[in-house]
């Protein structure tokens, strides 16, 4: 039986900031403890963080004939974690035409994400 | 309507708001729903919307609408309200002085200089940011040197990269999101340099902007020499000790075309001070009764102008409460005068708004000195009895505490001033 291996977290629930550590078993990378949280938002957000880390991206795409030059989009639900900077890259190619629509969506399931992202604001066309 | 001509506009109005920012645009409409009629908000801006109009990334809202906006949603909500309604809005255009028969004098590309009457003010100027010059960085004056709002702004409204391999100094919020937003963009962000013993920003922002990246934040360290002749090359950085002062001896330079610094803002007070209004010192922003008036009669004033917020759910909260008292100002309908000052404590840098009424519920904003756990908020008279006394869990100077309290708390006080101290309880 090999040891266990501890991962350690910042709790982002408050500016207490508690220090979360997560024991896992070595081959199942099951939990067996959770440690350092000081109400239960820390140790939900530590397993979460632990088991299945999620994160809303925000970014820009070109837009063109818009009083700015680039239209803020973000994503229509939270990304693995892993996949946020691979759904940038591919935003980079991505070219949209005023006018837009708060809400529209600019680009679907961007790199096999799984998420889409939409407009969050309105572009008037010029 | 929306309008960058002052033809378009009236010769008059009820209440002239300056700033079209979270703040402005929450008081006007607070102000028509208080009953004045006709509002007018001025921008220098292109567009109406402030700061948020920047701010593309998310976690704003979850006070003001019950759920987390990027920047641009919260503002066109915002916008949204003003625009149903009849509130005139004109971009591009400046407000050079305010008299004291509150005249209201505008330059516009279209007309020059025009004059415009006003009945009540709300100020909601916003801020700035603090710059190089600030903090006195040594060192030549290259091209590459930004505040971090000012690439905020480059990289999310124009499309363009600051540079391509960069510095951070300071920790707060703006910094921190925008060592995210650069390496998104495929900048390489090499460090974040903050000269206080801990971090600025939020905990989230630590974890999501930094470490999600494996961006280095170094503590107690801070910029001591800009290098390069056209363009940044590199940084000197070194320890400070506990009196904050750079130890030579350990620096280190760092190559970089970029440095960007985010070292805090302050209040935008060009006209609170042609209107010779009181300013306090801690906020640099003007003094404030429980209606968000300043020293002068008619005139409000609310969000960043009056001191720098956490969050912008707690401008929309203020800026409402001034427009509300403008409206009612003009409406003949304003409330008895303040009866209590308070008097900033042990541990209380400041405290907004600076006086108020026994009569009526008030939401205080503080901002602590120093980071304490397991503590409490105690308002004590001048004769050193404790009137109301509020346990607190923690406090930190990076994160407002708000204090509502209710009229019965201060049923049976006359004494004219309340010290606020947030100390360690004395139950240990």
């Not at chain 2, 999101?177 to 922002?205: D, K």
């Not at chain 2, 001070?273 to 429980?290: H, K, W």
């Not at chain 2, 756990?373 to 404790?386: I, P």
Request: aromatic share 4%; with cysteine; proline share 5%.
């Amino acid at each position: 039986m090999s040891e266990l291996v501890t991962v350690r977290y910042l709790c982002i629930g408050c500016p207490l900031g508690c220090r979360l550590e997560v024991d896992e078993a070595p081959e199942t990378h099951a939990i067996v403890e959770v440690r350092g949280f000081s109400c239960r938002r820390g140790k939900e957000y530590a397993i979460q963080e632990h088991t299945a880390p999620q994160r809303t991206v925000t970014t820009t795409v070109a837009i063109d004939h818009a009083r700015w030059a680039r239209l803020p989009v973000r994503s229509d639900r939270p990304a693995p974690k892993e996949m946020v900077l691979t759904i940038c890259h591919a935003l980079r190619h991505v070219r949209v035409t005023a006018p837009v629509k708060m809400g529209d969506v600019i680009a679907a399931n961007v790199a096999g994400s799984g998420v889409n992202m939409i407009a969050t604001r309105d572009m008037p066309g010029q | 309507m929306i309008t960058s001509n002052p033809r378009h506009l009236r010769g008059s109005y009820d209440v002239v708001v300056v700033g079209a920012g979270p703040a402005g645009l929450e008081a006007a409409v607070a102000a028509q729903d208080a009953g004045a009629d006709h509002i007018l908000v001025v921008d220098r801006e292109t567009e109406a919307g402030g700061i948020l109009v920047q701010c593309i990334h998310s976690g704003f809202g979850l006070h003001r609408f019950g759920q987390e906006l990027t920047g641009p949603e919260y503002a066109q909500r915002v916008l949204t309200q003003v625009v149903k309604r009849n509130i005139d809005v004109v971009t591009d255009a400046f407000v050079l002085d305010v008299d004291r028969e509150r005249r209201v004098k505008l330059m516009t590309q279209e007309e020059g200089v025009s004059l415009i009457d006003a009945q009540a003010i709300v100020l909601a100027m916003g801020a700035r940011e603090r710059t190089r010059a600030a903090i006195h960085i040594p060192g030549t004056r290259p091209a590459g040197i930004f505040t971090a709002g000012m690439a905020q702004r480059l990289v999310n409204l124009y499309g363009l990269l600051p540079g391509r391999r960069a510095v951070l100094l300071g920790s707060g919020d703006i910094g921190l999101i925008m060592a995210r937003r650069l390496t998104l963009e495929g900048v390489e962000v090499v460090g974040v340099f903050e000269l206080m013993p801990y971090a600025n920003g939020l905990n989230r922002n630590i974890v999501q902007c930094l470490h999600d990246f494996d961006i280095p934040l170094h503590l107690s360290t801070t910029v001591v020499e800009i290098h390069g002749r056209d363009r940044v090359e590199k940084v000197t950085v070194a320890p400070v000790d506990a009196n904050l002062r750079p130890q030579m001896e350990r620096a280190w330079d760092v190559p970089c075309d970029t440095l960007l610094i985010s070292i805090g803002l302050i209040p935008e007070n060009e006209l609170s001070e042609q209107l010779r209004l009181r300013i306090d010192p801690m906020t640099n922003g003007p003094v404030v009764t429980s209606t968000m008036e300043c020293s002068r009669n008619g005139v409000f004033a609310c969000g960043n102008v009056v001191h720098i917020h956490d969050l912008v759910d707690f401008v929309s909260a203020e800026a409402m409460l001034a427009g509300r008292s403008a409206g009612r100002y003009v409406a003949g309908a304003a409330p008895p005068a303040d009866n209590v000052r308070l008097l900033p404590g042990e541990n209380v840098a400041y405290c907004v708004p600076h006086t108020i009424s026994t009569e009526r519920e008030h939401t205080i904003y503080m901002r602590t000195r120093r980071p304490l756990e397991a503590c409490s908020l105690r308002l004590t008279d001048l004769g050193g009895k404790v009137i109301y006394e509020k346990k607190l869990r923690y406090v930190f100077p990076a994160e407002m505490v708000n204090l509502k309290l209710r009229p019965a708390v201060l049923h049976h006080f006359h004494n004219g001033a309340l010290r606020v101290d947030v100390a360690p309880r004395a139950d240990g």
